[in-house]
């Protein structure tokens, strides 16, 4: 999976405006070159250890794990990386990727600001111009993170069309896109959009699952029986899945945002509560209404504020390899405090939904079993959110 | 013979080019729209290219994503923009309608259910700007077996194997986009399109029509020396969001842009 035009069964696919076919099919072309490249990949492989900081460590949460009473729950902690999450993990691979192909200029969109972060920080170490597109709506709510991207280098264009949130600011990204093909390489920071995009952030990602296996077998000899982990668009879960997805006796949760609850429609869970469609260029559960316009969604966590989903999760969906489930703002927040106060680790609001369903699970599940939490992020971003949230004014 | 290909015979006959204008449907709100169909037709339009609008519309550049969101404002559905389409094909028996936009709307109602409606209504041809030829088998069965043609796009992206599947798989006319960029942009380059636009006749003998950023009578008139139709969209959208509020003043606004546009054309 994929196949070679990029399906996932009946998701994924290439559904993009005819500019963007062939530096699409050149996209793909250099890609999968470069991964077969040993100087690419050894370049890669020092990045990732020398800057990023990998690999990152898989922590025993004793004290958590016994309070629930249940399972052993280990955090792979992607909030040590440099920036603060996995987002770094794909950019700085795209960006080696589109130094190789000889672009000068990279284009990336936000939501919360992470994969702004990360994409300006890169190009900052690379020496590339950066501009990235975020929703007037978030710059507004992620103040901090724009400040970062401007002292790193990158311009950020404030986005005012449509809700004026990360869908928007995609859409703007590909209008950059299809009008400076010639020099500018766009890093689409989820496992999301047209082929081979879904494939290629996925491949970065698996650095997660790949050194999760390897530190599990050391630390537990055996493999873990269930894996968490939130998916907004879903780069952090297939990430942590995929080395596993052959080990048909490791459940995946993957853990959509209930944002005020299913019920009331404010949420962010197209695999739970959508229906298939076609948007940003792949075929995928959407979050729309019955002729077909997507419809606004609601998370307290921005970087789970997305109406779309990557299109492996929604095949893997549909194959009953991977159960998604929800859990609402209030539950990620008990899942925030939680972790902080029982653990001394303040997690990303996003990570918080994984944590709060493995506060479910767990208990569900013997003392001998194991549970692996991605711990995307770090927390720092959200305390204002959290604060506001809670009504104290900082 | 279907009402595309013979509007286009008729005009290859006296030696003219088809003047296709594009607008959103429900634009600036859906009183409008079908009157001003017909105002389009009265000052020369050959062809009328109707946008479904969408909540995410990629390709387009800002006048055309203001036109979707004022007609979102009014919930205008793909079921609207058929029905006024039917209407139009009340008193206009002869003007071909092209449907444009994006696929989800079409996805959602179901491939074969859009066929039989959009049929009935009266539509000629669809063009869905992120619907690729290697994803379409299915939609293109469907569409086909109701006698609707499908328009694809040709970019300057677009090298000869491409053109060639393009070519093989579309109907009605082959739409050229004349610029890398979204719809409404400024840097029109005729050389180009004309390089182009011959790499794909030597491919098809269907028609060829370019758009993107044609906004005035002299540049529709250099695209119609080149091409056998030409798509003017955001010159003609931005005057109907400078006349917001008058379905007259609308009408008579997009007409005169037309009027000045066909005249250039005819001298050519």
New interface residues.
Partial sequence: MPDD?GHFGIYG???????????LAALREAYEKYLQDADFLAELDYELQQYVGRPSPLYFAERWSQRLGGARIYLKREDLNHTGAHKINNTVGQALLAKRMGKTRIIAETGAGQHGVASATVAARLGLECVVYMGAEDIQRQAMNVFRMKLLGATVVPVE??SRTL??AL?EA??DW?????DTFYIIGTVAGPHPYPAMVRDFQTIIGREARAQILEQEGRLPDALLACVGGGSNAMGLFYPFIEDNDVAFYGVEAAGNGLETGRHAAPLCAG???????N?TY?M?D??????PTHSISAGLDYPGVGPEHAWLKDTGRANYVTIDDNEALQGFHDLTRIEGIIPALESSHALAYATKLAPTMTTEQIIIVNLSGRGDKDIHTVAEHEGITL | MSRLAACFEELRMVGNKALVPYVTAGDPEPGVTVSLMHAMVAAGADIIELGVPFSDPMAEGPVIQRAMERALKHGVSLDDVLEMVHTFRQTDADTPVVLMGYLNPVEVKGYAEFAREAQAAGVDAVLLVDMPPEEADDLLSALYAHDLDMIFLVAPTTDAARIKAITAAGRGFIYYVSLKGVTGAGHLDVSGVTEQVAKIRAQTSLPIGVGFGIKDAESAASIARVADAVVVGSALVRKIEENTGSGDRINSAVAGLLAEMRTAMDGC
């Fill in positions: 035009k696919g290439m559904f993009v405006a005819e500019t963007l076919m062939g530096p069309s449509g869908k928007d859409n590909m209008r299809v009008t400076n093909i010639d229906q298939p469609g076609v948007l940003h260029g075929r959407l729309e019955a002729h077909g316009q997507i419809i």
